[in-house]
């Protein structure tokens, strides 16, 4: 999947922070992973701000954003001086992170599935809030949106390579890197996910 000609990713992009286990327990609670995710798509938000978005009151959203900011998931945002600091923002401390564990136990495995879970609901949540407003969504954006899908028939390492690929050319746009964004541009969703098909995998057996 080349890079569209007019704009190449900048070289190189940003990494992910790498987080463990601690960060990935904190994460367990859906309303958390909300919030982080809007931080990192929004920028910098009050927790009155986050409360609409994730269904949480603001003094729930401020008690999530302590236990994320225990983990190194989020921080205090940069304040005008002045301002007050009951406002103060909270941005994510990275522009993506990389869940990375060692730990190979039962319990460990449970977690990853879990989390894996809590992510994926979390996804086809927001998809929904998407078909059930798009109605009053501008009517270009509506027409650009996609959703697609594939029965890719690849070994690990092309399926590897192929998403490696793909994640290089999407990170380029993240909002937090991004940095030549032209007027009219504003945040969209994308999510990728590349797994073996359990029903033919079944039928093979």
């Not at 704009?7 to 601690?22: F, N, Q, W």
């Not at 039962?106 to 809030?129: C, E, L, N, S």
């Amino acid at each position: 999947m080349p890079t569209p000609p007019d704009r190449k990713p900048p070289d190189p992009l940003p990494p992910r922070a790498v987080v463990g286990s601690e960060a990935l327990a904190a994460l367990a609670v859906p309303a958390r992973l909300a919030i982080l995710n809007h931080l990192l798509s929004a920028g910098p938000r009050t927790a009155s701000q986050c409360a609409p978005v994730v269904g949480e009151t603001a003094s729930n959203c401020s008690w999530h954003l302590r236990a994320l900011e225990k983990v190194g998931l989020v921080e205090r945002a940069a304040q005008e001086p002045g301002a007050d600091a009951r406002t103060r923002p909270w941005q994510a401390t990275a522009v993506g992170f990389e869940f990375r564990d060692t730990d190979d136990t039962p319990a460990a495995k449970v977690a990853r599935t879990a989390f894996a879970g809590i992510a994926a609901q979390h996804a086809d949540d927001m998809y929904r809030r998407y078909l059930e407003r798009q109605d009053e969504l501008p009517e270009r954006w509506t027409e650009a949106a996609g959703d697609f899908g594939y029965g890719l028939n690849v070994t690990p390492e092309e399926l590897e390579k192929l998403l490696r690929r793909i994640d290089r050319m999407i990170r380029s746009y993240v909002r937090p890197i991004r940095t030549d964004a032209p007027p009219g541009s504003e945040v969209v969703q994308v999510t990728l996910r590349a797994f073996l098909n359990p029903d033919v995998r079944a039928q093979a057996a």
